[in-house]
């Protein structure tokens, strides 16, 4: 029902910008909220960021606080991650998904329904 593709990634120096973005195709981009995931090797799936079906709600890990910054822009049926002042520990597979449940960003994957394929962050320093 929904494609996510996600695009942006590579290698970057600490210190550095990258925006990753998030295509979604099928239903209705409107109704779903999105997030951001990421995954280090040996490490659990976790929650970077997540924004409402509205874009009025936004949700970010203290890790990433102050630095990343997601968006949406339902017109494109995109969602972005803009993410600042890199660190070599943001390294990891970054994953965009969409949840069917209104009004909220769940914190779990279970919450999401639908995964794009990911795409990598390389932090070097």
């Known amino acids: 029902q929904v494609q996510l593709v996600e695009s942006g990634g590579g290698l970057v120096q600490a210190g550095g910008s990258l925006r990753l973005s998030c295509a979604a195709s099928g239903r209705t981009f409107s109704g779903y909220a999105m997030g951001w995931f990421r995954q280090a090797p040996g490490k659990e799936r976790e929650l970077v960021a997540g924004?409402?079906?509205?874009?009025?709600?936004?949700y970010y890990d203290d890790s990433v606080k102050g630095r990343f910054t997601i968006s949406r822009d339902n017109a494109k049926n995109t969602v972005y991650l803009q993410m600042d002042s890199l660190k070599s520990e943001d390294t990891a597979v970054y994953y965009c998904a969409a949840s069917g449940m209104p009004s909220t960003v769940p914190r779990s994957a279970s919450g999401y329904d639908y995964w794009g394929q990911g795409t990598q962050v390389t932090v070097s320093s």
């Open positions: 924004i409402s079906e509205s874009g009025r709600y936004t």
